[in-house]
Antibody, heavy 117, light 111 residues
């Protein structure tokens, strides 16, 4: 079955760079027209789309965060990595990865990242 | 900055019908925005309900349907159940340069 699992630090300091990994199973990152997206949700707030990457390596970023984000994939490891630079306390959120197949069909459980000194 | 607007909250009686909408600040929502709808309950990850305007996932209950209505994307729940009480989010696609934008969510209360 399709699963996605986010991993990364629970706590980062302001100005640090966050690196999150999404490890997928049940499908291949090389499958045609399939992608993985990152989404975040600050506590008690709405979902916010961050970035996506497709099997053909097409990438797209949130316009408001584009300068801070980089998304990449390692097909052999079935992993998608998101880096976000210059972290701030307002970036405290649960970060989710989701498969883009039939829409955003499968989601990971999310990982809470707190930004604090 | 593109804004996607949803009703902040709606209340519906059990067995009733309710329509949630999703509007774009850029104008009318069309199928080209590939509207997606998600349900999220407290403490859980979002669950996909609808993609590409009106397509259901295998797990989507039959009482949920998606459409375009008056220039907006719409999610209609017919025969609402108590377990449908949740936050609902829409998601629209604005192309490669801008990507996707979520709506602010609708808190649906079943009362």
């Amino acid at each position: 079955q399709v699963t996605l699992k986010e991993s990364g630090p629970v706590l980062v300091k302001p100005t640090e760079t966050l690196t999150l990994t999404c490890t997928v199973s049940g499908f291949s990152l090389s499958n045609a027209r399939m992608g993985v997206s990152w989404i975040r949700q600050p506590p008690g707030k709405a979902l916010e789309w961050l970035a996506h990457i497709f099997s053909n390596d097409e990438k797209s970023y949130s316009t408001s965060l584009k300068s801070r984000l980089t998304i990449s994939k390692d097909t052999s490891k079935s992993q998608v990595v998101l880096t976000m630079t210059n972290m701030d306390p307002v970036d405290t959120a649960t970060y989710y990865c989701a498969r883009i197949g039939s829409g955003f069909d499968y989601w990971g459980q999310g990982t809470l990242v707190t930004v604090s000194s | 900055q593109t804004v996607v607007t949803q009703e902040p909250s709606l209340t519906v009686s059990p067995g009733g019908t309710v329509t949630l909408t999703c509007a774009s600040s850029t104008g009318a929502v069309t199928s080209g925005y590939y509207p997606n709808w998600f349900q999220q309950k407290p403490g859980q990850a979002p669950r996909a309900l609808i993609y590409s305007t009106s397509n259901k996932h295998s797990w989507t209950p039959a009482r949920f349907s998606g459409s375009l209505l008056g220039g907006k994307a719409a999610l209609t729940l017919s025969g609402v159940q108590p377990e449908d009480e949740a936050e609902y989010y829409c998601l629209l696609y604005y192309g490669g340069a801008q990507g996707w934008v979520f709506g602010g969510g609708t808190k649906l209360t079943v009362l």
